[in-house]
């Protein structure tokens, strides 16, 4: 899981919205972590899109579980890819489990009226609900690692991590500070990886000023694609002390 977050932070991976190119799939209906009536938090995000849109594959994997059932998901794929998993719910049309897939490929049909094949029963219109996991236990807000280029619908889903909270994303922030000109002298436990302190409030803030954005000293999920570019901006020899540093 180490890797794959790391990877994820510094744009190692990335993968294809997997309806790409479907008309007026130009938003997301449901975010990741948003509250439902019901009170459980969404697992996944919805993306709106004509009934009958393909499913392509975004990565290579293989079929682990399948099926069209009458339950809340309906019409459900698990895809497990090299570290991680994806998840598909309320298709009218699945692959086989055990299949093979290969990136780019078709593999199922978006589905979701209510009503119809696949929909399920918490399905509320045509869209596709989407998952990734890390060891399918850890949930991760498929945005994070797939390139949707969609102009969200919703603007109040933000999610802060700021001082003396404990979050995985912290270290990998931590070493990326550590390793630039923002946070040259942070120092910190590697008992304490994960924990938000003040220095290195301090320090984000100073990226956050270099990139022009409120200087609020917390991190959210709008600000890791900017460290994500920063990152790539930097020479090899900084890239790779901020891998050691987060492999360590």
């Known amino acids: 899981m180490k890797n794959l977050i790391r990877k994820i932070l510094l744009s190692e991976l990335e993968i294809p ?19 439902r009536s019901n009170g ?8 709106a899109v004509p009934c009958g849109t393909p499913l392509i594959a975004p990565a290579d994997g293989k079929v682990i579980e399948s099926g069209i059932n009458d339950d809340g998901c309906g019409g459900k794929m698990v895809i497990e890819h090299n570290g ?13 489990v055990n299949q093979r ?7 199922g049909v978006t589905g979701g009226e209510p009503g119809t094949k696949g929909a399920g029963t918490s399905s509320s219109g045509c869209h596709l609900h989407m998952e990734v996991q890390l060891q399918r236990k850890t949930s991760i807000d498929p945005e994070d690692i797939v390139n949707l280029n969609l102009s969200p619908k919703r603007t109040d889903k933000i999610q802060e991590y700021g001082v003396g909270t404990t979050h995985q994303s912290v270290k990998y922030l931590k070493c ?4 630039t000109k923002y ?3 942070l120092n910190f436990d590697s008992t304490e990886d994960d924990y938000f302190d003040e220095d290195t409030s301090d320090a984000l803030k100073k990226l956050q000023k270099d990139l022009s954005i409120e200087e609020t000293g917390k991190i959210d999920n709008r600000i890791i694609p900017l ?10 020899v ?3 002390l901020i891998k050691r540093c987060i492999d360590s």
Do not use: M
């Open 84 to 96: 991680y998993y994806t998840i598909y719910c309320h298709l009218q049309s699945v692959s086989s």
């Open 40 to 47: 459980r938090t969404h697992k996944g995000i919805d993306i």
């Open 101 to 107: 897939i290969f990136k780019g490929e078709q593999i």
């Open 176 to 179: 990326v500070l550590k390793n």
């Open 183 to 185: 946070g040259a002298d």
């Open 17 to 35: 919205n997997p309806v790409h190119g479907a008309q007026n799939s130009s938003e997301l209906s449901s975010g990741w972590g948003d509250k």
């Open 238 to 240: 900084t890239k790779s």
């Open 227 to 236: 460290i994500k570019d920063k990152i790539q901006s930097l020479n090899p």
